[in-house]
């Protein structure tokens, strides 16, 4: 069992950045890959950004070059960097913990960008 805990969410301008942060406790952290999705209001939830255990990291083509996805495994901690932020990047941002079928989420937070 795993449970995940988001912050770091919020409003900012176009241009700005902001850092989610992913704290998660209950089993062995670094076994697990953790991924970054987001769902904005109407859209099915998509995959933002993924780091494996092995500290690999994948990012969707929209976000390339603007979100960081980073690991702490001695903190049990999981971040998203983002900058660059644009409007069409609001949407509630949902932490994950996979490992084979298994799947956890986070509660989700909230990022608005403003034009």
């Known amino acids: 069992q795993v449970q995940l805990v988001g912050s770091g969410g919020g409003l900012v301008q176009a241009g700005g950045s902001l850092r989610l942060s992913c704290a998660a406790s209950g089993s062995i952290f670094r076994l697990y890959a953790m991924g970054w999705y987001r769902q904005a209001p109407g859209k099915q939830r998509e995959l933002v950004a993924l780091?494996?255990?092995?500290?690999?990291?994948n990012y969707a083509d929209s976000v390339k070059g603007r979100f960081t996805i980073s690991r702490d495994n001695a903190k049990n901690t999981v971040y998203l960097q983002m900058n660059m932020l644009k409007p069409e990047d609001t949407a509630v941002y949902y932490c994950?913990?996979?490992?084979?079928?298994?799947?956890?989420w986070g509660q989700g937070t909230q990022v608005t960008v403003s034009s």
């Open positions: 780091t494996s255990s092995d500290g690999s990291t």
């Open positions: 994950s913990a996979l490992r084979g079928a298994t799947n956890y």
